[in-house]
């Protein structure tokens, strides 16, 4: 499967160097909606590969492909690697091949959450080559394919920042040295948070805060952003969407919120 894998991996790196232009893609994020169970031991080059259905909120993002050769669509879960071989958008289903590239096959719950993309934007190993990050390694966002950029081994996620031109930790990635990405805007809507470290300016009043792609906002996951206000802003945020009590975006000052998966609200550490 490791060989299988590198040439769908190949394929897609020739195509993207065919182009006449770079552009990053984001994968596409979905949950479980039936439980999936550990099955037998995963293909390993000498048994049959472990086939199954799965259930899914949403097929956007996936590829049929026919055959495990040309595998177009993973769906990754828990660490758990399962190649699409076709789906069905009616019934909202997947056949799937267990434990792809090397990835265990383990249980999963209804409702957890699954990263859709193609076999290329789930790697082996850390963006810096290493088994912990230890250093920011240099990235151009342009020339990055996919984002987030995933071990699909241990699960951590990395992105790639255009304020630092470095790889900085993703979503419920704890690794260190935590990293500033892109500046976002404020709206009087709901915005997306670039990274988990992020600027926000402008004046105007924050509904809510969307669940970015990579962020477990399930029932299952958790975790938190810190946003630091632009020395200009005197944006506020509001209780009228998916945060729990309405506050200032001070200058200067930061505020961390925290996904609450009881109330699926963002929870503020100051409101001024």
């Known amino acids: 499967m490791k060989i299988l894998k590198r040439i769908a991996q190949l394929m897609f790196l020739l195509a993207i160097c065919a182009g006449v232009s770079h552009a990053q893609t984001a994968l596409t994020q979905t949950t479980l909606t039936a439980a999936v169970g550990a099955g037998p031991t995963p293909f390993s080059g000498t048994t049959t590969g472990y086939t199954t259905t799965v259930s899914l909120a949403s097929t956007t993002g996936l590829i049929n492909s026919g055959v495990p050769l040309y595998i177009q669509s993973i769906i990754y879960v828990d660490n758990e690697e399962m190649a699409v071989i076709s789906f069905s958008s009616t019934t909202l289903t997947a056949v799937v091949q267990r434990g792809y590239g090397s990835t265990t096959v383990q249980p999963h719950v209804s409702g957890t959450m699954a990263l859709i993309g193609p076999p290329g934007a789930f790697n082996m190993q850390d963006p810096t080559g290493q088994s912990t990050m230890t250093q920011p390694g240099a990235c151009v966002a342009a020339n990055t394919a996919f984002t987030p950029y995933v071990n699909a081994l241990?699960?951590?996620?990395?992105?790639?920042?255009?304020?630092?031109?470095?790889?900085?930790?993703?979503?419920?990635?704890?690794?260190?040295?935590?990293?500033?990405?892109?500046?976002?805007?404020?709206?009087?809507?709901?915005?997306?948070?670039?990274?988990?470290?992020?600027?926000?300016?402008?004046?105007?009043?924050?509904?809510?805060?969307?669940?970015?792609?990579?962020?477990?906002?399930?029932?299952?996951?958790?975790?938190?952003?810190?946003?630091?206000?632009?020395?200009?802003?005197?944006?506020?945020?509001?209780?009228?969407?998916?945060?729990?009590?309405?506050?200032?975006?001070?200058?200067?000052?930061?505020?961390?919120?925290?996904?609450?998966?009881?109330?699926?609200?963002?929870?503020?550490?100051?409101?001024?």
Do not use: E, H, Y
């Open 154 to 272: 241990t699960g951590k996620q990395f992105l790639c920042s255009t304020v630092t031109n470095t790889w900085v930790p993703g979503w419920n990635n704890t690794s260190s040295p935590v990293g500033a990405t892109a500046s976002v805007a404020s709206a009087a809507s709901a915005i997306t948070p670039s990274g988990p470290f992020f600027t926000v300016t402008g004046a105007a009043a924050v509904t809510g805060f969307n669940i970015p792609v990579g962020f477990n906002g399930t029932a299952f996951g958790g975790g938190c952003f810190v946003v630091r206000a632009d020395p200009a802003s005197t944006a506020t945020w509001t209780a009228a969407g998916n945060i729990s009590i309405a506050g200032t975006f001070t200058a200067n000052k930061m505020f961390t919120f925290c996904w609450d998966a009881v109330t699926s609200k963002w929870v503020p550490s100051a409101v001024a």
